[in-house]
Protein backbone atom coordinates (compact mmCIF):
# COMPACT_ATOMS: atom_id res chain seq x y z
CA UNK A 1 0.00 0.00 0.00
CA UNK A 2 1.12 3.37 -0.78
CA UNK A 3 2.14 5.85 2.02
CA UNK A 4 3.02 9.21 2.15
CA UNK A 5 5.59 10.41 4.44
CA UNK A 6 5.81 14.50 5.24
CA UNK A 7 8.25 16.52 6.65
CA UNK A 8 9.73 19.84 7.59
CA UNK A 9 7.04 21.93 9.52
CA UNK A 10 7.92 23.78 11.81
CA UNK A 11 7.46 27.19 13.54
CA UNK A 12 9.14 30.42 11.64
CA UNK A 13 8.84 33.89 12.26
CA UNK A 14 6.81 36.31 9.48
CA UNK A 15 9.20 36.59 6.72
CA UNK A 16 11.17 33.59 7.25
CA UNK A 17 10.98 30.32 5.05
CA UNK A 18 10.30 26.52 5.58
CA UNK A 19 10.49 24.05 3.02
CA UNK A 20 8.00 20.93 3.45
CA UNK A 21 8.96 17.65 1.61
CA UNK A 22 7.03 14.36 1.14
CA UNK A 23 7.96 11.15 0.04
CA UNK A 24 5.82 8.06 -1.53
CA UNK A 25 6.92 4.40 -0.81
CA UNK A 26 4.99 1.11 -0.99
CA UNK A 27 5.37 -1.65 -3.48
CA UNK A 28 4.69 -1.17 -7.31
CA UNK A 29 2.85 2.54 -8.36
CA UNK A 30 3.52 5.40 -10.61
CA UNK A 31 2.63 8.84 -9.45
CA UNK A 32 1.30 11.70 -12.10
CA UNK A 33 0.21 14.08 -9.80
CA UNK A 34 1.41 15.37 -6.07
CA UNK A 35 0.08 18.53 -4.42
CA UNK A 36 0.04 20.35 -0.52
CA UNK A 37 -3.42 21.36 0.29
CA UNK A 38 -4.16 23.27 3.52
CA UNK A 39 -7.13 23.63 5.46
CA UNK A 40 -7.71 26.57 7.32
CA UNK A 41 -10.14 26.69 10.25
CA UNK A 42 -13.59 26.72 9.31
CA UNK A 43 -12.89 26.02 5.56
CA UNK A 44 -12.81 23.60 2.62
CA UNK A 45 -9.40 21.74 2.26
CA UNK A 46 -7.86 24.28 -0.55
CA UNK A 47 -4.98 23.18 -3.39
CA UNK A 48 -1.50 25.53 -2.68
CA UNK A 49 0.41 24.21 -4.97
CA UNK A 50 0.60 20.51 -7.39
CA UNK A 51 2.81 19.42 -10.03
CA UNK A 52 3.00 16.75 -12.71
CA UNK A 53 5.03 13.78 -13.40
CA UNK A 54 6.30 16.16 -16.72
CA UNK A 55 6.60 19.15 -14.04
CA UNK A 56 3.36 21.32 -15.29
CA UNK A 57 2.74 22.92 -11.69
CA UNK A 58 -0.27 25.70 -10.35
CA UNK A 59 -0.40 27.39 -7.79
CA UNK A 60 -3.24 29.11 -5.68
CA UNK A 61 -3.13 33.10 -6.34
CA UNK A 62 -2.24 33.68 -2.40
CA UNK A 63 1.00 31.96 -2.81
CA UNK A 64 2.35 32.40 -5.78
CA UNK A 65 5.60 34.36 -6.32
CA UNK A 66 6.21 33.09 -2.36
CA UNK A 67 5.85 29.13 -2.60
CA UNK A 68 7.78 27.30 -5.59
CA UNK A 69 7.15 23.05 -5.69
CA UNK A 70 9.23 21.06 -7.14
CA UNK A 71 10.11 17.26 -6.90
CA UNK A 72 12.41 14.61 -8.01
CA UNK A 73 10.38 11.70 -9.77
CA UNK A 74 13.16 9.10 -9.17
CA UNK A 75 12.40 9.16 -5.14
CA UNK A 76 8.93 9.76 -5.78
CA UNK A 77 9.11 12.92 -3.78
CA UNK A 78 7.68 16.55 -3.91
CA UNK A 79 8.88 20.01 -2.14
CA UNK A 80 7.24 23.20 -1.32
CA UNK A 81 9.53 25.64 -0.66
CA UNK A 82 7.58 28.59 1.30
CA UNK A 83 9.33 32.02 1.63
CA UNK A 84 7.99 35.15 2.80
CA UNK A 85 5.14 33.51 4.79
CA UNK A 86 2.80 35.46 6.01
CA UNK A 87 1.10 34.33 9.86
CA UNK A 88 -2.49 33.55 7.29
CA UNK A 89 -0.01 30.53 6.25
CA UNK A 90 -0.27 29.41 9.95
CA UNK A 91 -2.03 26.30 8.79
CA UNK A 92 -1.86 22.14 8.65
CA UNK A 93 -0.08 21.12 5.26
CA UNK A 94 -1.33 18.05 3.36
CA UNK A 95 0.83 16.12 0.86
CA UNK A 96 -1.25 14.15 -2.12
CA UNK A 97 -0.63 11.97 -5.10
CA UNK A 98 -2.63 10.33 -7.59
CA UNK A 99 -1.63 7.97 -10.00
CA UNK A 100 -1.85 4.00 -10.90
CA UNK A 101 -0.82 1.07 -8.07
CA UNK A 102 -0.56 -2.62 -8.83
CA UNK A 103 -2.51 -4.83 -6.15
CA UNK A 104 -2.35 -8.86 -6.82
CA UNK A 105 -5.13 -10.42 -8.12
CA UNK A 106 -6.68 -6.85 -9.00
CA UNK A 107 -3.92 -5.22 -11.37
CA UNK A 108 -3.18 -1.55 -11.98
CA UNK A 109 -5.95 0.70 -9.93
CA UNK A 110 -6.18 4.10 -9.52
CA UNK A 111 -4.23 5.86 -6.96
CA UNK A 112 -5.11 8.42 -4.56
CA UNK A 113 -3.12 8.89 -1.14
CA UNK A 114 -2.86 11.73 1.48
CA UNK A 115 0.06 12.16 3.81
CA UNK A 116 -0.96 13.22 7.69
CA UNK A 117 -0.19 16.53 7.49
CA UNK A 118 2.54 18.51 8.98
CA UNK A 119 1.80 22.38 10.86
CA UNK A 120 3.12 25.09 9.73
CA UNK A 121 3.12 28.05 12.58
CA UNK A 122 4.23 31.68 11.62
CA UNK A 123 4.11 33.64 14.21
CA UNK A 124 6.67 36.08 15.79
Known amino acids: QVQLVESGGGLVQPGGSLRLSCAAS????????MGWYRQPPGKQRELVAAITAGGRTNYADSVKGRFSISRDNAKNTVYLQMNSLKPEDTVVYYC??????????????????WGQGTLVTVSS
Open 26 to 33: GSLFSINK
Open 96 to 113: NAEGKEYRNYVGWRDLEV
